[in-house]
């Protein structure tokens, strides 16, 4: 991706390329290749500089990680649009990160920094993504991109303390009444969502 942003507009010609490969993880390319999906990233309300650049960074994303459950990792500034660093090597199904260097990069810049990142199975934000918006003061939102054209972004609306406090308290709840370890972590994640602690917005073309 350019330093320099393109026009919303000029970049709509961007496509995910086509692959021999056709699963559940596959990308829905009709509809991610469309006009609409490229508009949903307008309702996202950042500048239209900014909007373009979570876009660019969605396609390369979709385009690279298609047919597979693999996810990649980008971060952008909040207010230009510059893109400021990027994970897409990671060979842990479902999970991605930035090294040490580059979270000491973007701790250092000096505005809000934006992440963006796939789902290949096209789920809701998981606590894992919620805490790490909690635990660094300097990411301003998280979009994530699923393979099915789904648009989400989050942010969040309280203290890591307070966040953490009101997951605990659920998590221990489910435990104590029988459900499985993973099924907990959903359900107090459910209850987050809820009690709105986390702003959560989701588009469909």
């Keep these: 991706m350019k330093d320099n942003i393109l026009p919303f507009k000029a970049a709509e010609t961007t496509k995910v390329r086509a692959t021999t490969v056709h699963n559940t993880f596959s990308v829905d390319r009709q509809l991610i290749n469309s006009k609409n999906y490229h508009d949903l990233f307008l309702q996202l309300k950042f500048s239209p500089p900014v909007s373009e650049s979570i ?20 971060a ?15 060979t842990t199904p479902l999970r991605t990160f930035f ?15 934006i992440l963006i990142h796939n789902h290949p199975n096209s789920t809701r ?13 300097f990411l301003a939102a998280s979009v994530i ?39 907990a972590i959903l359900l107090a994640t ?16």
């Design 55 to 74: 876009y660019q960074c969605a396609m390369a994303i979709l385009s690279h990680r298609n047919g597979t459950n693999f996810e990649d990792l980008y």
């Design 76 to 90: 952008i500034d909040a207010r230009l649009g510059k893109l400021l660093a990027q994970n897409s090597s990671s």
């Design 99 to 113: 090294n040490r260097e580059d979270f000491t990069t973007l701790r250092k810049q000096p505005n809000p920094v």
């Design 125 to 137: 934000p998981s606590i894992t993504d919620i805490m790490t918006l909690a635990n660094y003061p």
């Design 145 to 183: 991109v699923g393979h099915d054209a789904t648009l989400q972004i989050i942010r969040i609306r309280f203290q890591k303390s307070q966040l953490e406090a009101m997951f605990n308290i659920w998590y221990t709840n489910y435990k104590k009444i029988g459900f499985p370890k993973q099924e």
């Design 190 to 205: 459910d209850n987050l969502y809820l009690k709105e602690a986390v702003y959560f917005e989701e588009h469909h073309p």
